[in-house]
């Protein structure tokens, strides 16, 4: 039975509080303006109420680039960059181990994962992929009468919300959980109040608020805002009901669910609250739709006057003219979302969150073009009204503007084209399908993942043609590439798990000192440019066996060993970490290598692999693989050299957007306008050469970071940092960098790695890769040292290969076995070149040069078949005058020219059937065959084929009308005889 039609509904404005809380009427979203306090206002309330009353410290929000978390996609909620806090694995020299009270207003995505509005943007007033997170936290400060009591007062006395309009939620316990009702947060309410009908119990769906599968969790409580349901609003909580919004939600992490599910009590407890934006400035505006509110109302008049559409009239249905506001509300959501992401270095691409920004592009620009007919350049026009109204809380949306529309303009340009390609599967397929009920899945799913195609896309075409989806198969797929997805990942990362928060926190508990690696920065040059890298002496201090402190590991156990100091350099800022191994003093025949190296709440944790039982309280020496480490201090200092020269080259806007330093190469992501041109890469060669010939000290030392942040032309990564920081410069002593000219420094930057004392010993570097991630992201490989001139000399060697085939190619070949060999040579000098280690500049040039070699090869091969193929045509119709069926044997010819004969034949004899069949050197047959179309009802090619070349112990394929196989054969008259036999008695 078909689904009814959605209700069509008007809304107008419903029942709300101004400016200061009193009851009035307010505008729909035909008015022209709003009423009540603006956004920023609100904004700008909630952070003052906490900074200023109740001594939180204000956080800035991260960008939407999850840091360091591969379970996110996108930051979803404002607790996400605190996870380190939470999950007790802050550094405690940090600045956010000293995190007590902290508030902010978060940017958040919520368009892929777990959390995923994506699909019903649009559909509703409410849902949106970009918004902003309100949030106060505390860290083992307050609870929750605290928590509740402010939350109360800011809403009730500061926005001046009715309280009679406020319904809250607490956790009503869960029995079979072993779960007690949260009674406590009950009673709060209670205390401030609230009438007992207005105070509601929920079970753990809806009030009990978890991370994950593992870690913290706790109770929540929600309170939720009448738009107007009035009597029986009790009801209708969490109901689903558009009139009753949940609005903040403050959640007490007071447990820890551990990997066998059971629930253990946490060290510290804390806080995290979030209270949507968007639907504040919704209740405090007065209107039940976010979209009537200053935030959104300017970017529907910008689409209004672009796009000549009828005026946005705030309609949710199925008729047109909701179907009109739907493509208003897509667009004015998805261009905030794609300004937020591009502006914080997210670009559209094929995979993980660049391809789910990809997609929210395409179906912004598919609702433009499909239902407001709008001109192409529309959504990206949006982008200066987005940061005009966003711009003053987060100046980053208004510094580079045109790059972002230049980034939105290129993906609606390729997605415009895609939409004809799309129509014409869905149509070829649609022809193809018969009597099937359902679109094929896969089908649909190809178009999606390919062309970019959104899935409801998909569906409303077919439904203009009557036709049913198979959502079965679709969703199949889609959990099936999940799946691959999170085992690529964790491929990738091969990372264990690390100590979990519980062991940490004991660790902590039992005053065990967190290690002193200060070591790993103790290594000399000497006179003769060698390092040394001491090795190091320590105490094992505890030892773990996944998440269990015990007092020893047994023999062939992996274990993680914490020790009181260490040499070893744990994985961070982008540098792998060290390798080595650890002996027992005295003992050094007892080698424990070292597989890991990670750091978690300040201690270094060391994954080994224990040959004999190692025990808390044993002494060890500690050896660096001295190899492998100078090969990252190699890679590391030269990618700050990279980092300036690119600088130097592309502006000193170029931002770096990613890192890793390995022994072997370096990688480094930047933000560009295109792909590097080879004159852009050999500027960047000449001034990288330039800055290692000038062999410049490395000099570093710790600052307090307000003072590190004062340096002129100092870069950071987007990372968090101690306190003091650890500045890395380049030519110019530290002390010296406050009273000098950017323009002077070399480089300097924030950077804890590990870093050559000069850097000459880089001798040399070469980018052997250079390709675009996304649209303004370019990720260079590079090499150094000998690597580098290895990678210079092959590329010369590759050069002249080159330049030799170009000499012997500029003869015409005489025969088509040359011609056909000089093709080959062509094509395995390609590969050659794709995947060598050769600057990437000459490996361009290359593949450049051997593109038209190919191509004149191609074309003398092409040539010299057609000549080949009419010549043994001439011979084989002077020998066959039977014009029904004809089967000949043409030795030592290529498929290639037996089909150009068949194709002849196909002219010259319209009715005939042809096998044409050619012996080759080690007994190989080849076979091509024909059918005329008046025969294939009773004779078919590809059955023909596969009949003769079975016969050979070979196969073949094709259709019924041509195909093509091959075999091994001795008795070439045999493998006729038996093609003639079996053509006539299908005949």
Same mark, same amino acid.
């Given at each position: 039975?078909?689904?009814?039609?959605?209700?069509?509904?008007?809304?107008?404005?419903?029942?709300?509080?101004?400016?200061?809380g009193?009851?009035?009427? !307010?505008?729909?979203?035909?008015?022209a303006?709003?009423?009540?306090?603006?956004?920023?206002?609100?904004?700008?309330?909630?952070?003052?109420?906490?900074?200023?009353?109740?001594?939180?410290?204000?956080?800035?929000?991260?960008?939407?680039?999850?840091?360091?978390?591969?379970?996110?996609?996108?930051?979803?909620?404002?607790?996400?960059?605190?996870?380190?806090?939470?999950?007790?694995?802050?550094?405690?020299?940090?600045?956010?181990?000293?995190?007590?009270?902290?508030?902010?207003?978060?940017?958040?995505?919520?368009?892929?994962?777990?959390?995923?509005?994506?699909?019903?943007?649009?559909?509703d007033?409410?849902?949106?992929?970009?918004?902003?997170?309100?949030?106060?936290?505390?860290?083992?400060?307050?609870?929750?009468?605290?928590?509740?009591?402010?939350?109360?007062?800011?809403?009730?006395?500061?926005?001046?919300?009715?309280?009679?309009?406020?319904?809250?939620?607490?956790?009503?316990?869960?029995?079979?959980?072993?779960?007690?009702?949260?009674?406590?947060?009950?009673?709060?309410?209670?205390?401030?109040?609230?009438?007992?009908?207005?105070?509601?119990? !929920?079970?753990?769906?809806?009030?009990?608020?978890?991370?994950?599968?593992?870690?913290?969790?706790?109770?929540?409580?929600?309170?939720?805002?009448?738009?107007?349901?009035?009597?029986?609003?009790?009801?209708?909580?969490?109901?689903?009901?558009?009139?009753?919004?949940?609005?903040w939600?403050?959640?007490?992490?007071?447990?820890?669910?551990?990997?066998?599910?059971?629930?253990?009590?946490?060290?510290?407890?804390?806080?995290?609250?979030?209270?949507?934006?968007?639907?504040?400035? %919704?209740?405090? =505006?007065?209107?039940?739709?976010?979209? +009537?509110?200053?935030?959104?109302?300017?970017?529907? +008049?910008?689409?209004?006057?672009?796009?000549?559409?009828?005026?946005?009239?705030?309609?949710?249905?199925?008729?047109?003219?909701?179907?009109?506001?739907?493509?208003?509300?897509?667009?004015?959501?998805?261009?905030?979302?794609?300004?937020?992401?591009?502006?914080?270095?997210?670009?559209?691409?094929?995979s993980?969150?660049?391809?789910?920004?990809?997609?929210?592009?395409?179906?912004?620009v598919?609702?433009?073009?499909?239902?407001?007919?709008?001109?192409?350049?529309?959504?990206?026009?949006?982008?200066p009204?987005?940061?005009?109204?966003?711009?003053?809380?987060?100046?980053?949306?208004?510094?580079?503007?045109?790059?972002?529309?230049?980034?939105?303009?290129?993906?609606?340009? %390729?997605?415009?084209?895609?939409?004809? $390609?799309?129509?014409?599967?869905?149509?070829?397929?649609?022809?193809?399908?018969?009597?099937?009920?359902?679109?094929?899945?896969?089908?649909?799913?190809?178009?999606?993942?390919?062309?970019?195609?959104?899935? +409801?896309?998909?569906?409303?075409?077919?439904?203009?043609?009557a036709?049913?989806?198979?959502?079965?198969?679709?969703?199949?797929?889609?959990?099936?590439?999940?799946?691959?997805?999170r085992?690529a990942?964790?491929?990738?990362?091969?990372?264990?798990?690390?100590?979990?928060?519980?062991?940490?926190?004991e660790?902590?508990?039992?005053?065990?000192?967190?290690?002193?690696?200060?070591?790993?920065?103790?290594?000399?040059?000497?006179a003769?440019?060698?390092?040394?890298?001491?090795?190091?002496? %320590?105490?094992?201090?505890?030892?773990?066996?996944g998440?269990?402190?015990?007092?020893?590991?047994g023999?062939?156990?992996?274990?993680?060993?914490?020790?009181?100091?260490?040499?070893?350099?744990?994985?961070?800022?982008?540098?792998?970490?060290?390798?080595?191994?650890?002996?027992?003093?005295?003992?050094?025949?007892?080698?424990?290598?070292?597989?890991?190296? $990670?750091?978690?709440?300040?201690?270094?944790?060391?994954?080994?692999?224990?040959?004999?039982?190692?025990?808390v309280?044993?002494?060890?020496?500690?050896?660096?693989?001295?190899?492998?480490?100078?090969?990252?201090?190699?890679?590391?200092?030269?990618?700050?050299?990279?980092?300036?020269?690119?600088?130097?080259?592309?502006?000193?806007?170029?931002?770096?957007?990613?890192?890793?330093?390995?022994a =072997?190469?370096?990688?480094?992501d930047?933000?560009?306008?295109?792909?590097?041109?080879?004159?852009?890469?050999?500027?960047?060669?000449?001034?990288?050469?330039?800055?290692?010939?000038?062999?410049?000290?490395?000099?570093?030392?710790?600052?307090?970071?307000?003072?590190?942040?004062?340096?002129?032309g100092?870069?950071?990564?987007?990372?968090?940092?101690? +306190?003091?920081?650890?500045?890395?410069?380049?030519?110019?002593?530290?002390?010296?960098?406050h009273?000098?000219?950017?323009?002077?420094?070399?480089?300097?930057?924030?950077?804890?790695?590990?870093?050559l004392?000069?850097?000459?010993?880089?001798?040399d570097?070469?980018?052997?890769?250079?390709?675009?991630?996304?649209?303004?992201i370019?990720?260079?490989?590079?090499?150094?040292?000998?690597?580098?001139?290895?990678?210079?000399?092959?590329?010369?060697?590759?050069?002249?290969?080159?330049?030799?085939?170009?000499? $012997?190619?500029?003869?015409?070949?005489?025969?088509?076995?040359?011609?056909?060999?000089?093709?080959?040579?062509?094509?395995?000098?390609?590969?050659?070149?794709?995947?060598?280690?050769v600057?990437?500049?000459?490996?361009?040039?290359?593949q450049?040069r051997?593109?038209?070699?190919?191509?004149?090869?191609?074309?003398?091969?092409?040539?010299?078949?057609?000549?080949?193929?009419?010549?043994?045509?001439?011979?084989?119709?002077?020998?066959?005058?039977?014009?029904?069926?004809?089967?000949?044997?043409?030795?030592?010819?290529?498929?290639?020219?037996?089909?150009?004969?068949l194709k002849?034949?196909?002219?010259?004899?319209?009715?005939c059937?042809?096998?044409?069949?050619?012996?080759?050197?080690?007994?190989?047959?080849?076979?091509?065959?024909?059918?005329?179309?008046?025969?294939?009802?009773?004779?078919?090619?590809?059955?023909?084929?596969?009949?003769?070349?079975?016969?050979?112990?070979?196969? %073949?394929?094709?259709?019924?009308?041509?195909?093509k196989?091959?075999?091994?054969?001795?008795?070439?008259?045999?493998?006729?005889?038996?093609?003639? =036999?079996?053509?006539?008695?299908?005949?």
């Open positions: 039975m078909a689904a009814p039609a959605r209700q069509l509904l008007r809304v107008g404005p419903g029942p709300g509080v101004g400016a200061l009193r009851g009035c009427s !307010f505008s729909s979203a035909a008015a303006t709003t009423t009540g306090p603006s956004a920023a206002s609100v904004r700008d309330t909630f952070l003052r109420y906490f900074t200023e009353q109740q001594q939180h410290r204000e956080v800035r929000s991260a960008p939407v680039i999850p840091r360091a978390d591969p379970s996110l996609l996108f930051v979803n909620a404002g607790m996400n960059q605190f996870k380190p806090l939470i999950l007790g694995s802050v550094d405690p020299r940090s600045e956010m181990a000293g995190y007590r009270r902290v508030v902010n207003s978060q940017k958040c995505v919520r368009a892929g994962g777990k959390h995923n509005d994506l699909e019903d943007v649009g559909r007033l409410y849902h949106h992929t970009f918004f902003e997170m309100l949030g106060n936290w505390s860290f083992g400060d307050f609870f929750k009468e605290e928590a509740c009591s402010m939350a109360w007062e800011l809403l009730t006395e500061k926005y001046g919300i009715p309280p009679d309009r406020l319904y809250v939620t607490y956790f009503g316990g869960d029995p079979g959980a072993g779960l007690p009702a949260d009674s406590e947060t009950r009673d709060v309410w209670l205390s401030l109040g609230l009438p007992s009908e207005r105070v509601l119990p !929920f079970g753990l769906d809806c009030n009990f608020w978890e991370m994950g599968e593992t870690g913290p969790c706790g109770p929540c409580t929600e309170i939720h805002y009448d738009h107007g349901v009035g009597e029986g609003a009790a009801a209708q909580v969490n109901a689903g009901n558009p009139g009753l919004v949940e609005l939600n403050l959640v007490f992490m007071q447990y820890h669910r551990e990997a066998d599910s059971s629930l253990q009590p946490l060290p510290r407890y804390s806080v995290d609250t979030g209270m949507g934006l968007e639907r504040l400035v %919704a209740v405090l =505006q007065g209107t039940t739709s976010n979209y +009537d509110t200053d935030l959104f109302t300017p970017i529907l +008049d910008t689409i209004h006057q672009r796009s000549g559409a009828q005026r946005y009239g705030g309609l949710v249905g199925s008729s047109p003219a909701a179907s009109l506001d739907t493509a208003y509300r897509v667009l004015a959501d998805h261009a905030r979302a794609l300004t937020v992401c591009i502006a914080d270095g997210l670009y559209p691409g094929m993980g969150a660049p391809l789910v920004l990809r997609r929210i592009l395409r179906r912004a598919r609702f433009s073009a499909e239902v407001l007919r709008a001109p192409a350049g529309l959504l990206a026009s949006l982008v009204s987005v940061a005009e109204t966003l711009g003053a809380a987060y100046p980053e949306l208004k510094q580079d503007m045109n790059q972002i529309m230049d980034v939105i303009e290129e993906g609606e340009t %390729a997605f415009l084209s895609s939409l004809v $390609r799309g129509r014409r599967v869905i149509d070829r397929t649609l022809r193809k399908m018969g009597d099937r009920e359902s679109f094929p899945a896969d089908v649909a799913w190809s178009l999606h993942r390919s062309l970019g195609f959104p899935l +409801d896309l998909v569906g409303l075409m077919l439904d203009e043609k036709v049913t989806m198979d959502t079965e198969g679709l969703e199949r797929l889609a959990k099936e590439e999940a799946e691959h997805s085992g990942a964790m491929a990738e990362t091969g990372a264990e798990p690390e100590l979990d928060p519980h062991t940490v926190s660790l902590h508990r039992a005053r065990v000192p967190t290690t002193d690696d200060s070591l790993k920065y103790a290594y000399t040059l000497d003769h440019g060698k390092y040394a890298f001491p090795s190091g002496r %320590a105490t094992v201090l505890a030892l773990s066996l998440q269990r402190l015990v007092q020893e590991v023999p062939g156990q992996r274990g993680f060993v914490i020790l009181d100091r260490t040499n070893f350099y744990s994985e961070q800022g982008g540098q792998s970490c060290d390798q080595g191994f650890l002996v027992r003093e005295g003992q050094q025949d007892v080698v424990l290598p070292v597989l890991d190296v $990670r750091v978690a709440g300040g201690f270094v944790i060391h994954r080994v692999l224990v040959p004999e039982c190692l025990r309280g044993e002494r060890l020496e500690l050896f660096v693989d001295q190899a492998q480490r100078l090969g990252c201090m190699v890679k590391h200092t030269a990618t700050h050299l990279l980092m300036a020269a690119l600088c130097r080259v592309l502006g000193p806007r170029t931002q770096q957007r990613g890192s890793h330093v390995a =072997q190469r370096l990688r480094l930047v933000s560009v306008k295109g792909p590097l041109t080879d004159g852009q890469l050999a500027e960047l060669d000449a001034a990288v050469q330039a800055l290692i010939g000038r062999d410049e000290e490395v000099h570093t030392a710790e600052l307090p970071l307000q003072r590190a942040l004062q340096i002129a100092l870069r950071k990564a987007n990372e968090v940092y101690l +306190d003091p920081v650890r500045v890395v410069s380049i030519g110019t002593p530290v002390e010296q960098l009273s000098s000219d950017c323009a002077q420094h070399t480089s300097v930057e924030l950077c804890c790695g590990t870093h004392l000069r850097t000459g010993l880089i001798q570097l070469v980018i052997v890769s250079e390709r675009q991630l996304a649209k303004g370019s990720r260079l490989i590079a090499v150094t040292g000998q690597e580098a001139k290895q990678a210079r000399a092959l590329g010369s060697a590759l050069c002249e290969e080159v330049d030799s085939l170009c000499e $012997r190619s500029q003869t015409a070949p005489a025969s088509l076995p040359v011609a056909q060999r000089q093709a080959k040579d062509i094509g395995r000098l390609t590969d050659v070149v794709d995947g060598a280690t600057p990437q500049r000459e490996r361009r040039q290359l450049q051997l593109r038209a070699l190919q191509r004149v090869a191609n074309n003398r091969v092409r040539r010299l078949e057609d000549q080949a193929a009419a010549v043994e045509l001439r011979v084989v119709l002077a020998q066959s005058p039977d014009q029904m069926l004809l089967v000949d044997m043409i030795p030592g010819q290529p498929v290639t020219v037996l089909g150009k004969m002849l034949l196909s002219v010259e004899r319209p009715h059937s042809v096998m044409l069949l050619s012996s080759h050197p080690g007994g190989k047959v080849v076979c091509v065959c024909g059918v005329a179309q008046d025969l294939q009802n009773s004779l078919s090619a590809v059955d023909w084929a596969l009949a003769v070349c079975a016969g050979m112990g070979g196969n %073949a394929g094709g259709s019924a009308h041509i195909a196989g091959v075999g091994s054969s001795s008795n070439l008259e045999e493998v006729i005889q038996m093609a003639v =036999q079996y053509a006539r008695s299908r005949m």
